[in-house]
């Protein structure tokens, strides 16, 4: 898979310098760049809940350099959110130009966080791949994007932001928010015991999916954000 770190970041919350001048930050998610080089979107739950005695910091790690999230616009409704960061000349995301069909080939790179042998915290770039399994239904613009999509893979700890990208391009065709978790009965027994007790057993198959905002609400959002600003 292609190096998408260009324009993809993680995000942090940083709430100031300890006593031992030690900056205090917290990983929340991912984000990426799109529409012009100083736009970052991400979900809304990863900045909202830390708005309060928080600033946030993306990383990138292709210049090494860590940049100031401000201008922060949350979508009324969805689970997106729009930000500001400097332009310091990286890439930005191409949203996909099409229909989001069955079966799909598509991936998410993105960070999650973990401790290390000597109990620091770490970012793992991580990647995940799979396709569309699920279609918004009763939607006029399915074929623009528009609804909630479900994958088949979940959304792994550190994902909430991060695009979903048609495999090996630049392309996006959503961002990655949430879970819908499913159960499968694999077995399932019943027996009436003396005395008419009743003994059950079941065992289920848990699977989990990925639910994916769709590229045309995430353009939508974009617009909404320059519209309220220009109010």
């Not at 991060?162 to 990655?176: K, T």
């Not at 399932?188 to 045309?216: C, F, P, T």
């Amino acid at each position: 898979m292609k190096d998408s770190s260009e324009y993809i970041m993680p995000v942090f919350a940083v709430s100031g310098v300890d006593g031992a001048g030690h900056t205090q930050r917290r990983f929340v998610g991912s984000c990426f760049l799109v529409e012009s080089p100083n736009t970052v979107v991400t979900c809304r739950h990863v900045l909202e809940p830390l708005m309060d005695g928080y600033d946030f910091y993306v990383h990138h790690f292709k210049t090494v350099s860590w940049h100031k999230v401000s201008d922060i616009w949350f979508h009324p409704k969805a689970d997106i959110a729009v930000a500001s960061v400097p332009n310091f000349g990286a890439k930005v995301m191409v949203p996909f130009a099409g229909s989001l069909t069955l079966g799909g080939d598509v991936a998410v790179f993105a960070y999650q966080g973990d401790a290390t042998d000597d109990g620091s915290f770490a970012l793992l770039p991580s990647v995940s791949k799979g396709h569309i399994v699920s279609q918004p239904v009763g939607l006029v613009n399915l074929m623009a994007g528009f609804g909630i999509y479900m994958l088949s893979f979940p959304s792994l700890p550190g994902f909430s932001g991060a695009p979903v990208e048609v495999f090996g391009s630049d392309h996006f065709v959503g961002m990655l928010f949430n879970n819908k978790q499913t159960e499968v009965t694999v077995f399932s027994h019943e027996e009436v015991q003396n005395g008419g007790l009743v003994w059950k057993e079941r065992v289920a198959r848990v699977q989990e999916y990925g639910l994916m905002i769709g590229y045309g609400e995430v353009l939508a959002a974009l617009k909404m954000r320059t519209n309220a600003a220009s109010i």
